[in-house]
């Protein structure tokens, strides 16, 4: 008899826990598909097409009587899409500014060896309009990189003198109200200046790989930022890396040199830098540590390289570790190495060699690492998928074998679920957050490409179909959610809005002609065992 009160207390208490707090979202139905594009006569083709952070928006270009043009649309189609004045190419990159996508930059932010062609900034609340980025300095010819600030407020970026050298980094505020100051000094013909930099992201610290100590000798140069970034006194120079041996710089590009720009890295918690230097002897290149204040002196993490081999990569440090990739030059197979961030070198480990396209990935909210890829034993190439804990040993990694993975995987955002193929097979699933690694088979999901996937569900096409399906749950439909709406053409394309209820394709619905469709996939928790919805955020700018 006085177990009744304590069973009535527990399920009232999973009655609490399963009821929406806060304003709940009305769970909503699969509507759709929506055509977004316009349909002004002389209509082409759409060409690209990319969504709004805070999945409010589409941008894309399309080609009406043979000229291009940019238009934005709601994601929902509510109003008809608009054209934003002055855009005529169709961009090689798009850079959506701040949380809400208030703005959208079109250019590359990193141009190689620097560009005079200066990004456009479209503003996404009609009426539209669009501008220059910003303008160059009295002087300055030409830009490196660009950096935006996480809040969409403050740009910053590198001009250069010339083409290849002379570098310095500015600040300006994206409104484009002021004029952009000078962070860096400017730089005498001969030298490289800054031809690498980084901000924090709470804007206090400017890193910089620079010869402005040394001309000709490129080092890791901290700078603290005023809070008034365009008045506030400007700190001194600040040197992190270590004395430099003769011919010693820091940075390089990867793979013998054909490779990748190798400069440095900061941690997540702001504390750490990790960066690339032959620092002491010429060609002897390695990744040291050190802190981000400049407080103690470098640590060299990584064992001298094997001979004909090289650097070709490095995954952000995260959670006490570093991880890089070095390459074999002759052979091309590359090796895989951890190294823990506050060192010493001879704590790093080999995690795995003999690969091709292998790579790691953070997953589990830092629980777990994931190996994938191939790797070869002897002349055999062998398609792996090895699971263990983010710091543990390579003993440490399970290798996933039932089924088979067929080398291609796909991870959420969040990081807590993995997903594989596999040849004849279901595609599968992995609870990255769970105590035990299993792998779990999406009934009905084979021959699946596109793959997408976010943190709830996965969105897959199958012949000329696309289909949407919850991660986890009891509802195990595969739903098609492009109508009568056939998924087709060699430029066929798919994304998955940010807030998991969208999805935008370009389909081709005539020879050579694309057009840009919407569905609204529903709620995106429908059938989770807990259903604890929360309304779609949009962030002010």
Known sequence: MKTKPILAIIAALMVALATPTGTPETAQAQTGPIKLNHSLAGFDTVEDYTLSPDSRLVAYCARVSGVLSLWITPIDGSTAAGQVP????????????????????LGNANPYPSSASIPTLVETTAPYASRPLFTLPAGFVSYRQIRWSQDGQWIFFSAGQTS??????????????????????TIAAGQGGAWDFEVTPDLSRLI??????IPGTSELIGRTLPS????????????????????????FYGGGGTGTLLTFEVTPDLSRVVYFAD?????????????????????RLSPP???????????????????????????????????????PASATTLMVDNGSNIGFSPSGGGFRGVLSGGRYAGNVLQIILSIGPFGGQ????????????????????????????SVGTDLHRIDLSAANVQAVPLTGVTGAYPILLSNYRVVYGNSTTLYSRPLYGNNTTNQPINGATAFSGSGALVRLAGNDHWVVFRTATAPSVYELFATDLGSPRVNLPIQTYLPDLRLAR
């Open 86 to 105: 002055g855009i005529s190419t169709c961009a090689s990159s798009w850079t959506w500014i701040g949380a809400d996508g208030g703005a959208l930059m």
């Open 164 to 185: 290849v050298g002379q570098f310095a980094v500015f600040v300006a505020p994206a409104s484009g109200a002021q004029p952009a100051r000078q962070l860096t000094p």
């Open 305 to 343: 390289l094997g001979a004909g081999t090289d650097f070709s990569w490095i995954w952000t440090p995260s959670f006490g570790y570093a991880r890089y990739m070095v390459q074999d030059l002759t052979t091309y197979r590359t090796s895989i190495f951890r190294a823990p961030v506050a060192g």
């Open 279 to 299: 620092q002491e002897a010429d060609n002897d290149r390695a990744l040291y540590n050190v802190p981000l204040s400049g407080s103690a002196t470098p640590v």
């Open 208 to 213: 910089v790989v620079s010869d402005e100590l």
């Open 394 to 421: 390579p003993a440490a990694y399970v290798p996933i074998t039932a089924p088979a993975p067929s080398g291609v995987t796909y991870t959420s955002p969040d990081g807590n679920t993995l997903t594989f193929t």
């Open 228 to 251: 008034d970034l365009l008045t506030g006194a400007l700190d001194a120079p600040q040197r992190l890396s270590g004395p430099m041996a003769t011919g010693g710089d820091v940075g």
